[in-house]
């Protein structure tokens, strides 16, 4: 198992070093000068010099990606062009907003999916199959950002029972989750980020559990006695690798997708914060953005694979 | 072919006996077969077919014009004027802007996953038919891309771009084609190994000879049916997009771009912020149900 | 009949050495394995310097138990899988080395029968087309091959407006591998190595398939390397036998004379586990007892002394040689007990 660990570590690294270089080379996807995309429009002569000795704009690309390298591993990721802050601070301000919705939607998405994919998983073909599977294909049909549109229309304001958007007059920084008047900002995003992952998450476990219920290992629980109740518990069992694996990549997907629904409901997320540095075209920003979502991607896989191993002995000799 | 050699064939009456006279069906009748009979995929690709028409002919169908605004007849509700379902806020046709806007939809649906086929599904039967050092290259780097959650490459390439259709396209293609290609090199490699194709290589048949011939067919099927899957995926990362501002630009018409600006309307004309959503949901859970009915249907075991 | 399959006996122009030249010469032929979580530098043996003659016309059997390296033997002569070392003669010809013939024009001349399964056929493809596509890769026109694909057909017993259209999946296992031989065929070889052709069938299919082979050789003058666990098939089927184990020779000899003095330890074993119906053919020796030793790491030696009843000092201290072979009708066996200068107890006893 120990070596297992090491060998996937290993094989994370390579591929967050590809993402690195795929987020340091966003400054040359931008149209005109990469000097310029990272500097305000009305940057003195001497602060252009300073940025452009200092990431290196005048030597070779590779240098200038170990530079960018450099400064990123030491938190670095430059200023804001369009607030003039350092970018660590907004990305990490904005990350934990964005956590704050995925460890909401988590938990919901994935009881809700896994219990629905299970009832149509134990009766295939059934009126409760039906249902399950004509709702799981509407959850990953719709826009979920339309389907904010539409919530926000329904309870903000038809109704006026739910706030529409933002995080409330206490700001982000004085949100507090034991406050009803602060939690009930969290409500309608949290519900329209769940729709996918229930969707998709119901889908993978019916398909899962139908699949291993087919397989005889189950017909020889059934004839050796078991009850119904026990026989659903080790199919369970053996789907929950499988299921666990989609799961994980739906926390990412709600880590870093959520930039929609956070633009839905102005909710001063990750999403929001990559939606404002897109209209004001702010490159640094964009960069460290990315940047750390796809970090945070790459390490629920990383984990997602760890827990798999844990539950499947045969993935640690694979 | 004469009695006299069938008879004199070895071990043939032992054979004929025991060969009933079967219909033989090959693979794509037996697909179309069971397709015929699968009454929910044939209903909802009826209405796919009837929103690919009503694309095509839009100039046709369109009461008004899409672009044509009015200041007087803005936001105005259902009939006002012969517009059937109102105006946008610009005065705008709302009818005739849905309809020209699944012309823009669809090309940003089908386009994406057409390009992700060529490339991604090239490069994988290339990664698993070649030697390690090429399959390396070609996976590790697919891995790199596969990192991203989709939504964020796209907004990562487009945000970096700009907006525009073409830039949309090409951000989509580039999320699609490295999942394409794990799919074409997983089939590919499965292939690659089996006693037919060491037969055919015993046979003298070169890569590609091989390729063509028994390859090809065996890696088309999943890689069509992952294709129909991501048609709806694309619609609904396109009109994203464009509800971001990225993607599709003003004026032109389409159900995200038509959302995002009729979000600003919200409180006035609820219902005429719905529409373009409802559109965009149509198509796509269209596409997702002839995509898992063609599944259904292509999964013949054989 | 097209002309690709108007063979009349011994008047084939490919045949350049004579009836006299054996079809195949094999020398110390190697190829190992590198296995990965082993340790370092660990490798199967999988076939570890084997060298034998196939004379025109015959059929050579090769037995041994699963793992032993027969398959690895089969593709490695056929260079789909690469040899580390050895020597391939063709009909008197080297196998790609300059001054003899390419793999690729060997291919023309060898085929290979798989074991029916589910893969040893295109499911994609009708059976006809399958047949075809050998042909049509060398360079015959479309309608030019399918003719001789139902030419074939029917010299395999199957009804080309029947069985032609069909799919691998609507073909029982004996029609399946009838196909199987009819698209080696359509190659128009002069030898074919048939990798365990039989073993997936029910028994009396296997004997309709196995006279089906015996016929064909006959009327198109081939030749055959016949691989099989089964030894009742072997017997059955071959002119000489070649028993392997973990890689190696251990007894080689005309079928006859292997199967009624087995004169290796192995090879009375394999005997000996054998079920027969007849009292008489039953062997003294006793039968196998566990599984081959690991052909990573093979024991030092005799790589049969771990499961050899007669196991001594010399057998861990020396590798036994097959002995003097000379000629179709030899019979050797790599076994200390066989040479009287070894110093095993039993030498010379036989």
Same mark, same amino acid.
């Given at each position: 198992m120990f070596g297992y660990i090491i060998r996937r570590i290993l094989f994370a690294l390579p591929i967050a070093i590809g993402v690195s270089i795929v987020c340091f080379s966003l400054v040359y996807l931008a149209p005109g000068d990469p000097l310029q995309t990272v500097l305000p429009p009305d940057a003195t002569a001497e602060t252009i010099a300073i940025v452009k000795h200092e990431y290196g704009f005048d030597r070779p690309v590779p240098v200038q990606y170990a530079i960018w390298l450099w400064h990123v591993v030491q938190g670095d990721f430059g200023r804001s062009i369009a607030s003039r802050r350092p970018v660590t601070l907004e990305v990490f301000g904005s990350l934990a907003n964005t956590a704050m919705l995925a460890l909401f939607a988590v938990p919901v998405a994935f009881a809700t999916g896994f219990a629905m994919g299970a009832i149509a998983g134990c009766y295939p073909g059934r009126i409760l199959d039906r249902i399950v599977t004509g709702a799981a294909v509407i959850g990953v049909s719709l826009p979920n950002y339309w389907l904010g549109l539409v919530l926000v229309i329904v309870f903000a304001v038809e109704y006026m029972v739910l706030p529409a958007s933002g995080m409330g007059k206490s700001g982000s920084a004085a949100f507090s989750l034991w406050r009803w008047s602060d939690a009930q900002f969290l409500v309608l995003p949290v519900v329209t980020l769940t729709m996918i992952p229930i969707g998709i998450i119901a889908r993978t476990t019916r398909a899962a559990v139908a699949e291993v219920r087919s397989q005889e290992f189950v017909t020889t629980l059934r004839a050796m006695g078991l009850g119904e109740g026990a026989v659903i518990r080790h199919v369970l069992k053996n789907a929950s690798p499988q299921v666990l694996a989609v799961m994980g990549l739906q926390f990412g997907y709600l880590m870093g997708g959520s930039i929609l629904v956070e633009t839905v409901f102005t909710w001063p997320g990750s999403g929001f914060l990559l939606n404002k540095a897109i209209i004001n075209r702010d490159i640094p920003v964009l960069q460290g953005t990315i940047l750390a979502l796809s970090l945070v991607f790459v390490a629920t896989n990383l984990v997602v694979d760890l827990l798999q191993a844990t539950l499947d002995p045969r993935i640690r000799r694979a | 072919m004469s009695d006299q050699a069938i008879l004199s064939a070895p071990g043939a009456a032992a054979e004929y006996d025991s060969a009933p006279a079967t219909k033989v069906r090959g693979y794509w009748q037996s697909v179309a077969y069971r397709l015929s009979h699968d009454w929910i995929t044939l209903i909802f690709g009826a209405v796919v077919l009837v929103i690919i028409l009503i694309a095509v002919f839009a100039p046709l169908l369109a009461p008004f014009d899409p672009y044509a605004q009015s200041i007087v007849g803005r936001l105005k509700p259902m009939g006002w004027r012969g517009h059937p379902l109102g105006t946008d806020e610009l005065g705008r046709d709302m009818l005739s802007r849905l309809i020209y806007g699944g012309r823009i939809s669809l090309i940003m649906g089908l386009a994406p996953v057409a390009i992700a086929v060529m490339i991604g599904g090239t490069l994988g039967v290339i990664g698993g038919f070649a030697g390690k050092v090429a399959n390396t290259a070609i996976m590790r780097t697919m891995d790199v891309f596969y990192a991203f959650p989709s939504i964020l490459l796209a907004v990562a390439i487009s945000g970096a771009m700009g907006g525009g259709i073409f830039n949309g396209i090409i951000s989509l293609s580039l999320v699609f084609i490295p999942a394409m290609c794990r799919v074409a090199e997983t089939a590919t490699s499965q292939v690659k190994n089996l006693d037919y194709i060491e037969a055919a290589r015993a046979s003298g048949a070169g890569t590609f000879a091989i390729i063509r011939h028994h390859v090809l067919g065996n890696v088309l099927g999943p890689v069509f049916i992952y294709a129909s899957s991501l048609v709806s995926v694309s619609i609904l990362l396109a009109s994203g997009l464009s509800f971001l501002g990225l993607g599709v630009q003003p004026p032109e018409p389409d159900w995200g771009l038509m959302l995002s600006t009729l979000r600003q309307s919200i409180y006035v004309d609820p219902l005429g912020c719905a529409m373009p959503g409802i559109a965009i949901f149509i198509t796509s859970i269209c596409f997702n149900l002839v995509s898992d009915g063609v599944r259904a249907a292509m999964d013949v075991r054989i | 009949m097209s002309a690709a399959l108007d063979i009349k006996p011994y008047v084939d122009v490919r045949d350049r050495g004579g009836s006299a030249q054996p079809m195949l010469i094999v020398r110390d032929l190697k190829r190992h394995f590198r296995v990965?979580?082993?340790?370092?530098?660990?490798?199967?043996?999988?076939?570890?310097?084997?060298?034998?003659?196939?004379?025109?016309?015959?059929?050579?059997?090769?037995?041994?138990?699963?793992?032993?390296?027969?398959?690895?033997?089969?593709?490695?002569?056929?260079?789909?899988?690469?040899?580390?070392?050895?020597?391939?003669?063709?009909?008197?010809?080297?196998?790609?080395?300059?001054?003899?013939?390419?793999?690729?024009?060997?291919?023309?001349?060898?085929?290979?029968?798989? %074991?029916?399964?589910?893969?040893?056929?295109?499911?994609?493809?009708?059976? %006809?087309?399958?047949?075809?596509?050998?042909?049509?890769? @060398?360079?015959?026109?479309?309608?030019?091959?399918?003719?001789?694909?139902?030419?074939?057909?029917?010299?395999?017993?199957?009804?080309?407006?029947?069985?032609?259209?069909?799919?691998?999946?609507?073909?029982?296992?004996?029609?399946?591998?009838?196909? @199987?031989?009819?698209?080696?065929?359509?190659? =128009?070889?002069?030898?074919?190595?048939?990798?365990?052709?039989?073993?997936?069938?029910?028994?009396?299919?296997?004997?309709?398939?196995?006279?089906?082979?015996?016929?064909?050789?006959?009327?198109? =003058?081939?030749?055959?390397?016949?691989?099989?666990?089964?030894?009742?098939?072997?017997?059955?089927?071959?002119?000489?036998?070649?028993?392997?184990?973990?890689? %190696?020779?251990?007894?080689?000899?005309?079928?006859?004379?292997?199967?009624?003095?087995?004169?290796?330890?192995?090879?009375?074993?394999?005997?000996?586990?054998?079920?027969?119906?007849?009292?008489?053919?039953?062997?003294?020796?006793?039968?196998?007892?566990?599984?081959?030793?690991?052909?990573? =790491?093979?024991?030092?030696?005799?790589?049969?002394?771990?499961?050899?009843? @007669?196991?001594?000092?010399?057998?861990?201290?020396?590798?036994?040689?097959?002995?003097?072979?000379?000629?179709?009708?030899?019979?050797?066996?790599?076994?200390?007990? %066989?040479?009287?200068?070894?110093?095993?107890?039993?030498?010379?006893?036989?």
């Amino acid at each position: 198992m120990f070596g297992y660990i090491i060998r996937r570590i290993l094989f994370a690294l390579p591929i967050a070093i590809g993402v690195s270089i795929v987020c340091f080379s966003l400054v040359y996807l931008a149209p005109g000068d990469p000097l310029q995309t990272v500097l305000p429009p009305d940057a003195t002569a001497e602060t252009i010099a300073i940025v452009k000795h200092e990431y290196g704009f005048d030597r070779p690309v590779p240098v200038q990606y170990a530079i960018w390298l450099w400064h990123v591993v030491q938190g670095d990721f430059g200023r804001s062009i369009a607030s003039r802050r350092p970018v660590t601070l907004e990305v990490f301000g904005s990350l934990a907003n964005t956590a704050m919705l995925a460890l909401f939607a988590v938990p919901v998405a994935f009881a809700t999916g896994f219990a629905m994919g299970a009832i149509a998983g134990c009766y295939p073909g059934r009126i409760l199959d039906r249902i399950v599977t004509g709702a799981a294909v509407i959850g990953v049909s719709l826009p979920n950002y339309w389907l904010g549109l539409v919530l926000v229309i329904v309870f903000a304001v038809e109704y006026m029972v739910l706030p529409a958007s933002g995080m409330g007059k206490s700001g982000s920084a004085a949100f507090s989750l034991w406050r009803w008047s602060d939690a009930q900002f969290l409500v309608l995003p949290v519900v329209t980020l769940t729709m996918i992952p229930i969707g998709i998450i119901a889908r993978t476990t019916r398909a899962a559990v139908a699949e291993v219920r087919s397989q005889e290992f189950v017909t020889t629980l059934r004839a050796m006695g078991l009850g119904e109740g026990a026989v659903i518990r080790h199919v369970l069992k053996n789907a929950s690798p499988q299921v666990l694996a989609v799961m994980g990549l739906q926390f990412g997907y709600l880590m870093g997708g959520s930039i929609l629904v956070e633009t839905v409901f102005t909710w001063p997320g990750s999403g929001f914060l990559l939606n404002k540095a897109i209209i004001n075209r702010d490159i640094p920003v964009l960069q460290g953005t990315i940047l750390a979502l796809s970090l945070v991607f790459v390490a629920t896989n990383l984990v997602v694979d760890l827990l798999q191993a844990t539950l499947d002995p045969r993935i640690r000799r694979a | 072919m004469s009695d006299q050699a069938i008879l004199s064939a070895p071990g043939a009456a032992a054979e004929y006996d025991s060969a009933p006279a079967t219909k033989v069906r090959g693979y794509w009748q037996s697909v179309a077969y069971r397709l015929s009979h699968d009454w929910i995929t044939l209903i909802f690709g009826a209405v796919v077919l009837v929103i690919i028409l009503i694309a095509v002919f839009a100039p046709l169908l369109a009461p008004f014009d899409p672009y044509a605004q009015s200041i007087v007849g803005r936001l105005k509700p259902m009939g006002w004027r012969g517009h059937p379902l109102g105006t946008d806020e610009l005065g705008r046709d709302m009818l005739s802007r849905l309809i020209y806007g699944g012309r823009i939809s669809l090309i940003m649906g089908l386009a994406p996953v057409a390009i992700a086929v060529m490339i991604g599904g090239t490069l994988g039967v290339i990664g698993g038919f070649a030697g390690k050092v090429a399959n390396t290259a070609i996976m590790r780097t697919m891995d790199v891309f596969y990192a991203f959650p989709s939504i964020l490459l796209a907004v990562a390439i487009s945000g970096a771009m700009g907006g525009g259709i073409f830039n949309g396209i090409i951000s989509l293609s580039l999320v699609f084609i490295p999942a394409m290609c794990r799919v074409a090199e997983t089939a590919t490699s499965q292939v690659k190994n089996l006693d037919y194709i060491e037969a055919a290589r015993a046979s003298g048949a070169g890569t590609f000879a091989i390729i063509r011939h028994h390859v090809l067919g065996n890696v088309l099927g999943p890689v069509f049916i992952y294709a129909s899957s991501l048609v709806s995926v694309s619609i609904l990362l396109a009109s994203g997009l464009s509800f971001l501002g990225l993607g599709v630009q003003p004026p032109e018409p389409d159900w995200g771009l038509m959302l995002s600006t009729l979000r600003q309307s919200i409180y006035v004309d609820p219902l005429g912020c719905a529409m373009p959503g409802i559109a965009i949901f149509i198509t796509s859970i269209c596409f997702n149900l002839v995509s898992d009915g063609v599944r259904a249907a292509m999964d013949v075991r054989i | 009949m097209s002309a690709a399959l108007d063979i009349k006996p011994y008047v084939d122009v490919r045949d350049r050495g004579g009836s006299a030249q054996p079809m195949l010469i094999v020398r110390d032929l190697k190829r190992h394995f590198r296995v990965k979580g082993a340790g370092k530098g660990a490798v199967v043996r999988a076939v570890d310097g084997i060298s034998f003659t196939l004379f025109k016309g015959e059929t050579l059997g090769v037995v041994g138990e699963s793992g032993c390296g027969k398959s690895t033997l089969a593709r490695v002569l056929l260079h789909l899988v690469e040899p580390d070392s050895g020597e391939l003669v063709f009909d008197g010809d080297a196998v790609a080395a300059p001054d003899g013939i390419s793999v690729a024009e060997l291919r023309r001349q060898v085929q290979m029968v798989f %074991q029916d399964s589910y893969s040893s056929l295109n499911p994609r493809m009708p059976v %006809q087309d399958s047949v075809a596509f050998g042909p049509m890769v @060398n360079g015959r026109s479309k309608s030019e091959s399918r003719r001789l694909a139902q030419e074939i057909l029917i010299k395999v017993g199957l009804r080309p407006d029947l069985f032609g259209p069909r799919y691998p999946h609507e073909l029982s296992g004996g029609q399946k591998q009838r196909v @199987n031989i009819a698209r080696a065929l359509a190659m =128009n070889p002069r030898m074919v190595i048939l990798d365990e052709a039989v073993s997936a069938l029910d028994k009396s299919v296997e004997a309709q398939v196995l006279n089906l082979l015996r016929e064909l050789k006959r009327t198109l =003058n081939l030749t055959y390397l016949f691989i099989s666990h089964d030894l009742n098939v072997v017997r059955y089927i071959s002119d000489r036998v070649l028993v392997m184990y973990l890689g %190696q020779v251990v007894e080689l000899g005309p079928a006859s004379l292997v199967f009624s003095e087995a004169r290796h330890p192995y090879t009375q074993a394999l005997l000996g586990s054998r079920l027969s119906m007849d009292a008489r053919q039953r062997v003294d020796a006793p039968p196998l007892v566990g599984d081959p030793p690991s052909p990573i =790491n093979p024991p030092s030696g005799c790589r049969f002394r771990t499961r050899c009843p @007669n196991a001594e000092g010399v057998c861990e201290a020396k590798m036994p040689e097959l002995g003097a072979w000379d000629g179709r009708d030899s019979h050797v066996a790599a076994c200390h007990m %066989q040479d009287p200068a070894s110093g095993h107890s039993k030498a010379g006893l036989h």
